[in-house]
């Protein structure tokens, strides 16, 4: 009887929401896009960059930044990450804000020195997640690992690597689109973002090497959502909006990430997409 339950307060949050964004376009698709900004769960109205509360997370230590945002149907929970600069952990939130976390990242024992972008692999049922196995080296800023999460202990297993010099040699954003592993690198000294793709069938452990890639102007980027070939990300600096067109490999500015004044101050950093289909 707990499950039914459970299950309708899901289904009604959806219906909700769906009702609230029901004159949004997401690119022929019905579906909500949904944003963490603080501590708060939001909806994300992808033409002009509007948030609307949804739930406040309760309970969260008070400084902690959560970072990137990950919806997974077959759980019926977002996943995120918090302390993404040390100890990184993995958490899970229900629809109806509640959470949990899972636990800290971590690898044959270890902690990975930091993290930094989180997506999903539907076709293979895996989280992804790009770290830094690197902690030795100093001032080490750069991901340049790809990990598996088992989405049940924070467990990781190691999936890729990228090593190269010049830039791109660091996974800044990750997104998966068309059985392909989309990384994306800020380079702030030469005013560039790369956008480089990988066959997840190359997921195997091997070390990478970005041959084909795009550039864009360098943004702040905390977290970037799928919806058909658009990419959306906003920056952090500008409060800018901005999608990339994975296909047709243009850029354009929506407008600015907005909402109103109880969400306080507003950092987006984190995004998901959620197909009604799936609700």
């Keep these: ?9 899901h289904y009604q949050i959806i219906v909700v929401c769906a009702l609230v964004l029901s004159c949004q ?24 960059g509007e948030l609307t509360p949804l ?23 977002f996943y995120t990450t918090m302390n993404f600069r040390s100890n990184p952990s993995l958490l899970r939130i229900r629809a109806t804000g509640d959470w949990e976390i899972v636990g800290v990242l971590q690898m044959t024992g270890s902690i990975p020195y930091f993290c930094e972008a989180l997506t999903y692999d539907p076709g293979k049922d895996q989280l992804l997640v790009s ?20 989405r049940q202990t924070a467990r990781c297993e190691l999936a890729a690597t990228i090593r190269q010099n010049p830039s ?3 996974f800044d954003e990750i997104a ?16 560039t973002t790369y956008i480089y793709p990988f066959n997840l069938d190359h997921l195997d452990g091997r070390e990478l090497f970005a041959g084909t ?7 702040t980027m905390d977290d970037v959502v799928v919806i058909g070939h658009l990419l959306y990300f906003p920056d952090a600096k500008t409060q800018g909006w901005y999608f ?24 987006l950093t984190g995004l998901a997409y959620l197909p009604l289909s799936q609700a």
């Design 244 to 267: 990339f067109d994975l296909r047709g490999r243009r850029w354009y500015e929506l407008g600015k990430v907005h909402g109103p004044a109880s969400l306080g101050r507003i950092k």
């Design 168 to 170: 791109p040699d660091d």
């Design 176 to 191: 998966v689109f068309e059985g392909r592993l989309f990384g994306m690198d800020g380079v702030p000294h030469m005013s």
């Design 131 to 150: 770290a830094s196995l690197d902690g030795a080296i100093p001032q080490d800023k750069k991901s340049e690992a790809i990990l598996i999460v088992d």
């Design 1 to 9: 009887m707990r499950w039914i339950t459970e299950k309708n307060r």
């Design 25 to 48: 376009l997401l690119n022929a698709q019905s579906g909500l896009v949904f944003g963490l900004t603080g501590h708060h769960l939001v909806t994300v109205n992808v033409e002009n």
């Design 213 to 219: 890639k795009q550039n864009i102007p360098y943004f």
């Design 55 to 77: 739930h406040k997370l309760e309970g969260l230590p008070a400084n902690v930044e959560l970072r990137n945002l990950v919806y997974i149907a077959k759980d019926q929970a």
